[in-house]
């Protein structure tokens, strides 16, 4: 399996920028999908996840709010809306598929908040 992450960029504080992830190579639509970030000298943190049908979203304390996880089963895609973006928002996006044991990662989308 396979998730390429798209839609990163520079963007001002206060700004709006939509992320996407296609995944191709296995049964999309059975899966968790969750984005996760890393911001330079952090450790990776989980963002936001979304079970397989859509039904039912979480988000981290960080990004409730402002950021919304949604998917399209049938064009294999997750995105991410992020609204009110924040400098602390910095850092590399990326995609994860999960069903039980089996996952799957995107090498990631950068996402610069900056004036």
């Known amino acids: 399996g396979q998730l390429v992450e798209s839609g990163g960029g520079l963007v001002q504080p206060g700004g709006s920028l939509r992320l996407s992830c296609a995944a191709s190579?296995?049964?999309?639509?059975?899966?968790?999908m969750n984005w996760y970030r890393q911001a330079p000298g952090k450790e990776r943190e989980w963002v936001a996840g979304i079970t397989a049908t859509g039904g039912i979203t979480h988000y981290a304390d960080s990004v409730k709010g402002r950021f919304t996880i949604s998917r399209d089963n049938a064009k294999n895609t997750v995105y991410l809306q992020m609204n009110s973006l924040k400098p602390e928002d910095t850092a590399v996006y990326s995609c994860n598929a999960l069903r039980a044991t089996m996952g799957y990662w995107g090498k990631g989308t950068l996402v610069t908040v900056s004036s």
């Open positions: 190579g296995f049964t999309f639509s059975t899966y968790v």
